[in-house]
């Protein structure tokens, strides 16, 4: 769909934003009720993933087929509710999404259905920002799990975000590099800070991306996960996962997804 198509809604300080529930929001055939530890996750390239709870379907960061994503296909799956980390073209690409799904674009609290839905903010760059601008992370749970989105962040996170991060039961950090996002060594760092039970590594290099370095300089996963040789790592050699709130590993580990070019 376009851009004007698409409702936005911002908030500001701890202001609550309530987003209007659609219609045909009611349980079908239990399936709210077998969802209800549960969250799916599927991961279509670089940092958007469409996730999966309670008859909802959050998309996070959809991106143009350009540069690193030039390779993944265009994102045009169904959607509820769509969070952006910022407008740049690999994380904030709404242009062409189908149906009428809300769009969240700011940081802020906001409420849509039965999610609690924080959008706190960062610089995007190592510069205060003033290369990239502002980065969104998104933390809200689904089916039982606290999820926290990085988004596209490359600069520290500080006290004043930790608090408001706290300890989320999945993280999903950048680990590639570039000048707007964390290399190996700072993801490797700021996990710390985090103390996440599952991290699921985004913004890396893969087949997607365009051959010519110069319009992709991003470094594949295995650079950060050579750093982090004492946690367990399970490659899922496929593009979706299934999280159950109460089956969390007592210890972190990193989930890695297979894109099905």
Not at 8 to 26: K, P, R, S
Not at 231 to 238: A, D, G, H, W
Request: proline residues 5%.
């Amino acid at each position: 769909m376009k851009r004007r198509e698409l409702i936005g809604y911002t908030g500001a300080g701890l202001t609550t934003v309530i987003l209007a529930n659609f219609t045909g929001n009611q349980p079908v055939n239990g399936q709210t009720k077998a969802q209800k530890n549960n969250v799916l996750i599927q991961w279509l390239g670089h940092t958007c993933f469409l996730l999966t709870a309670d008859n909802t379907k959050v998309l996070i960061n959809p991106f143009k087929t350009i540069g690193c994503t030039a390779g993944y296909r265009p994102i045009k799956v169904q959607a509820d509710l769509v969070l952006i980390s910022s407008q740049l073209l690999d994380e904030g690409f709404v242009e062409k999404l189908p149906g009428n799904p809300k769009l969240v674009y700011q940081p802020g609290v906001y409420e849509f259905r039965s999610m609690k839905i924080e959008g706190i903010a960062t610089d995007h760059d190592r510069y205060n920002g003033k290369k990239f601008g502002k980065n969104i992370v998104w933390k809200f749970t689904m089916g039982g799990v606290n999820l926290l989105h990085l988004g596209g962040i490359a600069a520290p996170i500080t006290l004043e975000q930790k608090i408001l991060m706290s300890t989320p039961d999945v993280v999903f950090i950048p680990v590639g590099g570039s000048a707007k996002a964390y290399n190996a060594q700072e993801a490797k760092q700021n996990i710390q800070a985090l103390n996440p039970k599952i991290i699921i590594p985004t913004h890396y290099r893969t087949q997607a991306a365009d051959k010519d370095k110069a319009k992709c300089d991003i470094t594949p996963v295995d650079d950060f996960i050579n750093l982090m040789p004492n946690i367990k790592v399970n490659r899922n050699n496929t593009d979706t996962m299934v999280i159950n709130a109460k089956s969390l590993p007592e210890t972190t580990e990193i989930q890695t997804l297979s894109y099905k070019f």
